[in-house]
Structure formats: structure tokens, C-alpha cells
């Protein structure tokens, strides 16, 4: 028999070992690589050949159409984040693994959801590897090819303006845009004649100057909106305007209160979101969105407006060309809250009316129930106002502010109500002449009649028993100039302190550079009226954050001589066109201001309270109070108190 030498032996051996070393050293590919890859690069962007793909009878795809399909399936959505989840389990030449997927929706929700990919073994330039099975399940399970994911918004309900026990102020109501269309216009001067006569029959004020201009500029087929009406105030002239050649209308709803100037500049408007607003707050908001645009309804915007919910749907079209809808999920819309405020439907009503009858100049009447201090009227004219003037006008308060200079003399002691105060015709300070409304004098009269009167040159001369801040001190003691917190925006006075001789003359009797608001000398005026100086609310919920504590009591024998005053400036003084309002006796002040170099320039003020309500009375560049401030006390008083 043969045997082999050693030396075969060993190179057998060695050639064994070899082939072993080799094969060892070769590794199979892993599907959970192919898997990673292919989810690294969606949405197909990033495979650069590093992953295939088959369809599930194993024939090759293409990777630019997997990547073209991945677009298409995610419809409306931005691609999602793609992970492999786990190993995949291998069977001989298939795998089965899986993906999560998070898409961010558009309110910055994150779906999530896991699907299952299959893999299958094959060749790729001659080597062994794992293919991608595409197929439409990959994207979402219930897919099929041909449908989409998309999402749509459900809208949050906003919420409204409530009054202290919850009944609605601020709510959604039905209107109409009217506008026109260029094409449909056959005769444009003729018919803005006729819009123009329509709009003014209601009292609505409409622009259409520009509407020609507007009309040239626009596409033949745009709408061109001229303005939006409470859907009751366009019932009254739909017949006159409906059929018209060019007016075209849309019908929606917005956030209105109950009439059209109800606490408008105080609550603000719900209009439909801007450019600007969208370009200050990228991704927030999308076309159509309503937003508050001023007011409460913009500074309580986020409360108010609460989150749209999202559902995400697949679309499909079925054998007949309609869309089929499948919810594969959502995400809850959750309602706005809404915002509770103090003030009462009658007192406002009875502002508004007020105001109704001064149309030529800007005005306001805030009401507070002197007992808690709540706001129960806030008016601002004409036509509602623009700016909240009744909380944030900055203007000289003029013989109104007599209240605080004679509260500060009569409670540091220097004079008493019946203490013979000068009234000549004029008064000198440092070469400075003052003098009284109309050139009148009063001789020496007791200090009430001074007040009744609203003596200028005797509150000039009593200055100096204030001192270089007494008056400031008055000031703060009625709430003047202190920090409020009303959660809006309000101006509570800048009262003048220090200064010559001739500025704090001038500060005595509401000039010189002490400026207020209608509701600081509210705030004033009732301190007087309740004892102690309390501090205006109008925001229930949310309440603000930081109000101001009471003020100290004030000292009974100070408003004892005070108060009569005030009241004789009713039954004997410059307010006794308020005598004979119903609901018992008036007491307050007059006020006349100056507010630039020509005496002919003058704002005109009431401040006063009647039982339990405390009210203040502006009329920029309104001339004798006497004449238009206490007009509209008087109009305001008879329609509160009328039954």
C-alpha cells in the first residue's frame, strides 16, 4: 500500500487550514444593514446605491421611483423620521423587519406608527445581498397604490367674552362681506352712489372714494370687499343692494359683541390673519386662520383661539372619480377658553347711547361700581372708538383735578370748607397770570363755593400750603400715578411734583404737565365717594397678576368737608344740569383743560358718581364742559337709571 511522506501530509494540511482561514473570513451580508440604509436615505435622497429594491414578485424597482412613490404617498405631509426597529428575522433567503415612523404634523404633533418591511435575498454585481420589497404598505399599512396621506384641520371653537355670571358679550355671529366684482360692474359711478346711500341709511360708514382705483387694480373676476355687516343690519338693506350690477357677498361668522360699538375698543376685533401677523410668526398660523387683531381679543389671542386638532387621512379616488376619505388618525381640536370681564350690558348700553349723540369729536365714559370697584361701562366714541381712550388717553385733567388739590388742603389742615378763599378775576405767579373760565369773579368766598364754582385763580393761590409735593401726595393717596395691574393696557397719571412756583400754581387747578386718564380720575373719585382708594378691575378671568392693594382709609373729617363740595357743584355749581337726573343725588366736578398754547383749545370733562357708581366723562377738544361733558352725564345717568 501507498503511503504518503510527511512533507504531503503537511501541505495537505496547510491547504485545509487556508480554505478554512477563507471562508471564515467572509461574512453575509445583514438584512438589518440594508434596513438602516434604506431608512437613513428616506425620503430618497441619500441611498446613493447602497440599498435595492424589488417588488413583492422580486422583480427590480428602481430606486428614483421608490423615491418618486415615497413623495407621492405622503400626499400633504413633510417626510417622516425613519428608524429600523429591532433585528429582522431571517428565513432563509427572506427577512421581515420593521420601521418607525414619526411625522411632525402641522400643529407640531408627532404621529407614530410602526410598519413592516420585507427583505428577500439577491445578487448585486454579482455578490450576495439583501433587497428592499417595495411596496406601498412600507409608507403606512393601510396604503394602497394610488392614495395619499393628507391632513385636515379641525378648527378649535374660540372662545368668547363672557360678563361676571357667564352670560355671552363676545360670541360668534353671523355677518355678510359685501363686496363687488369688476366684471360684473356695468355702470361703477351709479352704483357707488347707490351702495353709498344704502350703507348711510343704516349709519354705517363706508370709504368708497377709492373704490374706482380698487376696481381698476383688481382681476375682473376678484372680489372686491367694501365691508362686513351683523347679517341683522344687512337684512335692512338687502333689497336695496342685492341685485345690483357688480355686488357679489359672502355669508360667515364673526366674533362680535351685541351692537356694534358694545366695548369695541376695549375688546377688540376677529378678523381674518394678516401678512404681517404670519411673516411675524412663522409656521404659527395659516391662510384663512382667525386671529384677534386688537384689544383683549389680540393681547388674550392664544387663550381665546385654544388648538386646531389634526386628523390624517388617505385619500383615494373610487371606479365612479369621487374621493374616498379613511382616517388612519387625529389629534383633538381643544376649544378656546373664554375671557370674563366686569362690565354689565345696561351701564354699557347707557355709554354708548351717551356717545351716540356726539359724533365730531373723539370721547369717552367709563363706569365703576364704587362698592368693588368693578368696571361696568367702558365707551369710547364716535362709532365705538378706535383707541381704548377711556383706559390709555394721556391728557390734562383741568378743573376735574380741583378734587385732589382740594382733598390735599383740606386734609393736611391748611384750609377747611368754609375758609375764605380768595376768587379774584386774576391771579399772578412769577409774572404768570391765571385766570377764571369766562373772566369771572367771586370775591371772598368760603372754599366749598370756590369748588362748586371751580374757581382757577383760587386753587392757583393755595398752592403753596401743598408744598413742592404735596400735591403729587394727594395724588397717590386717590391712586394717581401707581402701579395697577388691570391685565390691559391703562394709563393711571403722571401728577406734577417739584417744579417753580407759576408750574405747581398751574397744577392746582389740572394744568401744568400732570396728565390722566378717564379711568386714573374714575379711580379718584371714587376713592373720595367709598373712603379709601380701591383698584379699577375689568378682567376677571384670567384675574390679573399683580393688583394693587387697597389705598389707606381715608380721614372721615377730610371728606366730610369734601364730599358737600362736590355735591354743591351739582345743585348750586358749573354741573347743575345733573340736578334733576333720576336715581338720587349726583356729586362731582367739572373740568375744563388746556391742552396746547391757544386757550381756545380746551378738553372738556365730568367726573362724579351717583350711588353706588362712580363715572367719568372725556371730550377731546370739547370745549366748556357745561356745554358737552355734562351733556352727556346727563344722558348717560337718565338712560342707566331708566327702567
Known amino acids: 500500500m501507498y503511503a504518503p511522506s510527511r512533507r504531503l501530509l503537511t501541505a495537505t494540511l496547510a491547504a485545509l487550514l487556508a480554505a478554512t482561514t477563507l471562508a471564515a473570513c467572509t461574512k453575509e451580508p445583514e438584512p438589518g444593514s440594508a434596513l438602516d440604509a434604506f431608512a437613513a436615505g428616506w425620503p430618497g435622497t441619500g441611498w446613493d446605491g447602497k440599498v435595492t429594491f424589488v417588488d413583492p414578485d422580486n422583480k ?32 432563509k433567503d427572506s427577512a421581515a423587519g420593521k420601521l418607525h415612523l414619526d411625522w411632525t404634523l402641522p400643529d407640531g404633533a408627532h404621529w407614530e406608527y410602526s410598519t413592516d ?3 428577500t435575498k439577491g445578487k448585486v454585481n454579482g455578490e450576495d445581498a439583501w433587497n428592499v420589497v417595495w411596496q406601498p404598505q412600507v409608507v403606512h399599512p393601510d396604503l394602497q397604490p394610488g392614495a395619499s396621506l393628507a391632513t385636515k384641520q379641525v378648527k378649535a371653537q374660540r372662545g368668547g367674552i363672557v360678563d361676571a355670571k357667564g352670560e355671552t358679550l363676545m360670541s360668534a355671529r353671523p355677518v355678510v362681506v359685501v363686496g363687488v366684482e369688476p366684471q360684473k360692474i356695468t355702470n361703477l359711478p351709479a352704483l357707488t352712489a347707490l351702495l353709498d346711500a344704502a350703507f348711510k341709511s343704516i349709519k354705517v360708514a363706508v370709504d368708497l372714494g377709492d373704490l374706482a382705483d380698487r376696481v381698476k387694480a383688481a382681476k375682473p373676476d376678484s372680489f372686491v370687499e367694501l365691508v362686513t355687516l351683523r347679517r341683522e343690519a344687512y337684512d335692512q338693506i338687502r333689497k336695496d343692494i342685492r341685485d345690483l350690477d357688480g355686488t357679489v357677498f359672502r355669508e360667515e361668522t364673526r366674533e ?4 356694534r360699538v358694545f366695548g369695541r375698543a376695549l375688546f377688540g376685533s376677529v378678523g381674518e390673519v394678516t401678512k404681517e401677523i404670519m411673516d411675524a410668526n412663522p409656521g404659527k398660523y395659516q391662510v384663512g386662520d382667525q386671529v384677534g387683531l386688537f384689544g383683549l381679543e389680540k393681547k388674550y389671542d392664544e387663550r381665546l383661539r385654544g388648538a386646531d386638532g389634526f386628523q390624517v387621512v388617505i385619500t383615494s379616488k373610487t371606479s365612479t372619480g369621487t374621493t374616498r376619505e379613511q382616517q388612519v388618525y387625529d389629534t383633538d381640536a381643544v376649544n378656546g377658553q373664554p375671557l370674563k370681564v366686569t362690565l354689565e350690558t345696561k351701564a354699557q348700553n347707557a355709554a354708548d347711547a351717551a356717545l351716540a349723540t356726539k359724533t365730531d369729536r373723539r370721547t369717552a365714559i367709563v363706569a365703576m361700581r364704587i362698592s368693588d370697584g368693578h368696571v361696568v361701562a367702558v365707551a369710547n366714541g364716535p362709532d365705538g372708538g378706535g383707541d381704548n381712550l377711556a383706559f390709555v388717553a394721556q391728557v390734562p385733567p383741568g378743573s376735574t383735578f380741583k378734587v385732589v388739590t382740594a382733598y390735599g388742603v383740606l386734609d393736611n389742615g391748611s384750609v377747611t370748607s368754609n375758609t375764605v378763599v380768595n376768587c379774584p378775576k386774576t391771579f399772578t405767579v412769577d409774572g404768570r397770570v391765571f385766570k377764571n373760565a369766562h373772566d369771572f369773579e367771586l370775591g371772598a368766598v368760603p372754599f366749598h363755593t370756590d369748588v362748586a364754582k371751580s374757581c382757577n385763580t383760587a386753587f392757583a393761590s393755595l398752592a403753596p400750603k401743598l408744598g413742592p409735593d404735596g400735591l403729587a401726595a394727594a395724588g397717590t393717596a386717590l391712586g394717581l400715578g401707581t402701579k395697577w395691574d388691570m391685565g390691559v393696557d391703562c394709563f393711571t397719571g403722571a401728577v406734577s411734583s417739584g417744579g417753580s412756583a ?9 394744568q401744568g404737565t400732570t396728565i390722566v386718564s378717564p379711568l386714573a380720575m374714575v379711580g379718584a373719585i371714587a376713592a373720595v365717594a367709598r373712603g379709601k382708594w380701591k383698584q379699577p378691575i375689568v378682567l376677571l378671568d384670567p384675574a390679573p397678576a399683580a393688583v394693587a392693594e ?6 372721615t373729617s377730610t371728606l366730610n368737608q369734601l364730599r358737600p363740595a362736590l355735591r354743591e357743584v351739582v345743585t348750586a355749581g358749573t354741573g347743575k344740569a345733573l340736578a334733576d337726573v333720576p336715581g338720587g343725588p349726583v356729586s362731582g366736578k367739572t373740568g375744563t383743560a388746556e391742552y396746547d398754547a391757544n386757550p381756545a383749545h380746551t378738553h372738556a370733562w365730568f367726573v362724579g358718581w351717583q350711588g353706588d357708581i362712580a363715572f367719568a366723562v372725556f371730550v377731546e377738544n370739547g370745549g366748556d364742559s357745561t356745554s358737552s361733558a355734562v351733556p352727556l352725564a346727563e344722558s348717560f345717568l337718565r338712560a342707566l337709571n331708566k327702567a
Open 60 to 91: 427590480p424597482v428602481p430606486s428614483t421611483d421608490v423615491a418618486a412613490q415615497l413623495k407621492a404617498y405622503a400626499g400633504t405631509l413633510t417626510p417622516p423620521t425613519a428608524k429600523s426597529a429591532g433585528k429582522p428575522t431571517v428565513t
Open 117 to 119: 418591511v420585507k427583505l
Open 256 to 259: 362680535l359683541a351685541p351692537t
Open 502 to 510: 407759576a408750574e405747581r400754581a398751574a397744577a392746582a387747578f389740572g
Open 550 to 555: 387697597d389705598g389707606p382709609t381715608l380721614k
